[in-house]
């Protein structure tokens, strides 16, 4: 996991302990030392043909996040070697790293729906690379289950690229990629490819194909193992761990209780002889052990939460109530050896002290379906950020010595956000993160919302963002607020029809 704001590269740094491997920042283009963000819009019309998606990087800088020098992004650009097309939908999942290790964060975009000859839904991802300028939208590479040295074949609906992670397996100071897709015909329910970074960026050699047959929990079954990803480097060696969900696997007799497998790290990257299965079974797991159709892991997202500079890692599990999915988080600690499910943090969207208004109590389903992490108090400790996608509130919980306490939380309304004064229905909470835009104090907290719009036109949703800039006391907007929608003055992209999802997915 790349360590998230200067002040907590700098306490690291301190401390001896930051990971050699690791780049200063999370999402920083064009090496400047101010982050930048990517945002993913999967409906976005392009060049006429409706849902291609598109993406659109925003810089930072000492100023508060500006449209200057945005970048409108599809697959019409030279390096993307494609075209846009009907449905492809660009900007399913967009991750940053810094694959070549310029000192330039580099970026992959995927397109879920992009067809491989007559393989519909097979699924692309454009991976493009960080310059001086910001992304080089003139270099690039298509990543395909068709691309020489990745294992497999295209097949309708294998969705290449349905979850991405980045993180530097092998430590060798070079971001990896790490691609899930799924494919429910054949005996193998989900596949994980991981390839590596190099000087010259992304390359085959020493890829790694893993498969729910030969790592599943219940090999054969339709797991949809490598649904989520997510990468931290959970017991310390300086080496990224993987975190893959299987969300649909059978625990016990319990159908779709879900299971997460992590895979460490090593020298020679990602290894397999020692796993770890983690389930609402395994001991110390908050909750009612594993349960029908709660899909574990069906949302993640890596942090070092309690500063031991170990990171630790948050599970949404559905936790089904009479009116639907209500939604739970666990958060495991990272440990000398492996992540710890024993002392793990429980967080039930039903406790009185996790949802304290009791207006937005009945409001409450997939609470934890959106969670993300970043330093928003500068202690040196990650802060969890948890949404839904569903309701129009998040909470932050602010990290500590002692992990997530339930005693050190923040509610964010959207009532309470400006935004763009006329939201409905606004699907606030789509995607969440954080990232040092401005290049010092604490993270600045993103929240996208994808239906910003008016009542009587439902679906004018452009989509949007909403920028938090986090003062003292842990007041989150302390020092400012900023909305964005793909049509705020200077957009690069800006005046598409409506509907793009501008905000459907989040890289920083
Ligand atoms: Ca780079
Ligand atoms: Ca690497
Ligand atoms: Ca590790
Ligand atoms: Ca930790």
Redesign the pocket.
């Known amino acids: 996991m790349r360590m998230r704001g200067r002040t907590h590269t700098a306490l690291v740094l301190a401390a001896g302990l930051l990971a050699a491997a690791s780049p200063a920042s999370a999402a920083d283009f064009d090496g400047d030392g101010h982050e930048d963000l990517v945002v993913g819009a999967l409906f976005r019309e392009v060049e006429g043909f409706g849902s291609a998606g598109s993406a659109t990087a925003l810089y930072g800088s000492e100023q508060p996040l500006s449209t200057n020098r945005s970048q409108f992004i599809t697959q019409a650009a030279p390096g993307m070697h494609d075209e846009p097309w009907y449905g492809d939908n660009l900007g399913w999942a967009t991750v940053t790293g810094?694959?070549?290790?310029?000192g330039?964060?580099?970026v992959a975009i995927s397109a879920l729906e992009e067809s491989i000859g007559r393989h519909y839904g097979a699924g692309v991802v454009q991976v493009l690379?960080?310059a001086r300028d910001g992304i080089s939208l003139s270099r690039g590479r298509q990543l395909s289950a068709a691309t020489a040295g990745i294992k497999g074949k295209p097949v309708q609906d294998l969705h290449f690229g349905r979850a991405l992670a980045v993180g530097d397996f092998d430590g060798d100071g070079r971001d990896d990629l790490a691609i899930g897709s799924q494919r429910v015909t054949s005996r193998w329910a989900g596949t994980v490819d991981l390839l590596y970074g190099s000087p010259r960026g992304i390359q085959m050699t020493g890829s790694r194909h893993l498969t729910s047959a030969q790592h599943g929990l219940s090999p054969g079954g339709l797991d949809y193992f490598g649904w989520k990803l997510a990468a931290g480097d959970f017991n310390g060696d300086r080496r990224d761990d993987l975190a893959v969900a299987a969300p649909f696997e059978t625990v016990g007799r319990e159908g779709s209780a879900g299971a997460v497998k992590i895979f460490y790290g090593s020298r020679d990257g990602i290894q397999t002889r020692v796993t770890q299965t983690i389930t609402k079974d395994s001991p110390g797991m908050g909750g009612d052990g594993a349960v029908a159709s709660e899909d574990l892991g069906s949302a993640m997202t890596t942090g070092d939460f309690n500063g031991d500079h170990r990171d630790d890692l948050a599970l949404y599990a559905a936790k089904r109530g009479p009116g639907g999915d209500i939604g739970e988080v666990h958060v495991l600690y990272g440990s000398k050896r492996r992540l710890r499910t024993r002392g793990s943090t429980y967080l039930d969207a039903q406790d009185p002290r996790v949802i304290t208004d009791n207006d937005h109590l009945e409001q409450v389903g997939f609470w934890g379906l959106s969670l993300g992490a970043g330093d928003l108090d500068a202690n040196g400790r990650d802060d969890l950020i948890v949404s839904s996608n569903f309701t129009r509130f998040g909470n932050v919980f602010f990290g500590s010595g002692r992990g997530i306490r339930l005693s050190a939380q923040q509610q964010i309304l959207e009532d309470d956000l400006p935004g763009d004064g006329a939201q409905v229905g606004s699907e606030f909470g789509w995607a969440v993160g954080a990232a040092n835009l401005n290049g010092r104090g604490p993270d600045e907290l993103i929240i996208t919302e994808l239906m910003t719009g008016r009542e009587d036109e439902p679906c004018t949703g452009d989509g949007g963002i909403h920028i938090l800039y986090p003062g003292n006391a842990r007041n989150l907007r302390g020092r400012g607020y900023e909305f964005f929608t793909p049509n705020s003055p200077g957009m690069a992209g800006a005046g598409g029809p409506g509907c793009q999802a501008w905000g459907w997915s989040l890289g920083s």
């Open positions: 810094d694959f070549d290790g310029d330039r964060d580099d690379y960080g």
